[in-house]
C-alpha cells in the first residue's frame, strides 16, 4: 500500500520466515553456527529455543536451506507418537496415511529408507516447529529411537527441535543426554534492532533511512527486541506515515503503532 509512497520495491517487513528475508546479525550467526556444527558433523539432535516471535523458525529453514539436506518440517508436533512416525515416513516415502500398513511395517519402510540415504551419502533432518507443544514423552521417546538407525556410524537422521524455553523443560533427560547444541534465541539488542530495521528496508529497496534515529530507538523498546514485534511496529509506523503525507516515520508513528497493537505502555 505504501511502497510506491517511500519509492519502496516491496513490503519490507511483512511477515515471512522465507531465507531470503534474513538480516545477518552476531546473535543469530552465531545460532546458526552452533546448529549447523551439531547436525553437519552427525553428533546428534539439536534444540533451538527462544520466546516468542524471536525469529527461530526463520533460523531453522535458513539452517536446513545452508546444509543442504533433505529436510522434513514437522509443524503440528502435540500427536501421539504414533502419528509422528506416520507423518514423517508419508513426508520420506510418499505412502498415503490411510494405507501405511502396520506400525512395525512402517517402522522398517523408513528404516531402510533412511539406510539407502544415507549410504548414497545422503543424510535427513528433521525440524520438528513447536516442539514445547509436546506433551507425551511417548513422542520424545520415539524421536529419540529414530537416531538407532545410523548405517555408517553418525544417526541416518538427525533433528532439530524448535520451541519456546519450556521445551528445555519437557525434554526427557534419554534425549537431552543427546543433544549436541542447545541454541538460546533472546531478543535483539538495540544495535541488533536498528541494523535489522535498515536491512530489512535495505532489501525492500529503500534509498534514504524511513525511520528517524529515536524512532528506531522507539520501535526497540515497543517490541522488546523481538523481529516479529519489530515487523509488526514498523510496519503500522509506515502506514501511518504514509497516510499523513509524511516522508518518514518518527516517534510519534511508532507510539500510534504500539497503541495500535496495544503495546503503548512499553512505548511509552
Known amino acids: ?32 553456527r552452533r546448529i549447523r556444527y551439531g547436525i553437519e558433523h552427525g553428533l546428534g539432535p539439536v534444540a533451538l529455543f527462544g520466546p516468542p516471535g524471536a525469529g527461530k523458525s526463520l533460523i531453522a529453514r535458513l539452517a536446513a536451506s545452508e546444509l ?20 514423517i ?28 540415504e544415507a549410504t548414497a551419502g545422503r543424510r535427513t533432518l528433521l525440524v520438528v516447529d513447536d516442539a514445547h507443544l509436546i506433551r507425551d514423552p511417548e513422542t520424545f521417546e520415539s524421536l529419540r529411537l529414530l537416531l538407532n538407525f545410523a548405517t555408517n556410524g553418525p544417526p541416518d537422521l538427525t533433528f532439530l527441535l524448535v520451541g519456546t524455553g519450556e521445551l528445555m523443560v519437557r525434554i526427557p533427560d534419554s534425549l537431552a543426554d543427546r543433544l549436541t547444541a542447545r541454541c538460546l534465541l533472546g531478543p535483539l539488542h538495540e544495535d541488533e534492532s536498528a541494523a535489522y530495521v ?50 518518514l516515520a518518527g516517534p510519534r508513528e511508532v507510539a500510534l503503532a504500539a497503541r495500535e497493537f496495544q503495546l503503548d505502555v512499553v512505548a511509552a
Open 68 to 87: 543442504g539436506m533433505r529436510t522434513v518440517h514437522l509443524a503440528f508436533p502435540p500427536l501421539p507418537a504414533a502419528e509422528i512416525i506416520a507423518l
Open 1 to 32: 500500500m505504501y511502497e510506491e509512497h517511500f519509492g519502496l520495491s516491496a513490503r519490507p517487513f511483512g511477515e515471512t520466515v522465507a531465507p531470503s528475508s534474513y538480516v545477518a546479525l552476531a546473535s543469530r550467526d552465531s545460532a546458526l
Open 198 to 247: 535498515h536491512g530489512r528496508l535495505v532489501a525492500s529497496g529503500a534509498g534514504k533511512p524511513l525511520f528517524d534515529d529515536e524512532a528506531v530507538r522507539s520501535l526497540h523498546r515497543s517490541a522488546d527486541g523481538l523481529p516479529r514485534r519489530l515487523n509488526r511496529l514498523a510496519d503500522m509506523a509506515l502506514l501511518i506515515a504514509y497516510a499523513e503525507g509524511r516522508p
Open 89 to 116: 515416513a508419508e513426508e520420506l516415502l510418499g505412502s498415503p496415511l490411510g494405507g501405511r500398513g502396520s506400525a512395525g511395517s512402517l517402522v522398517l519402510r523408513l528404516r531402510d529408507h533412511l539406510a539407502a
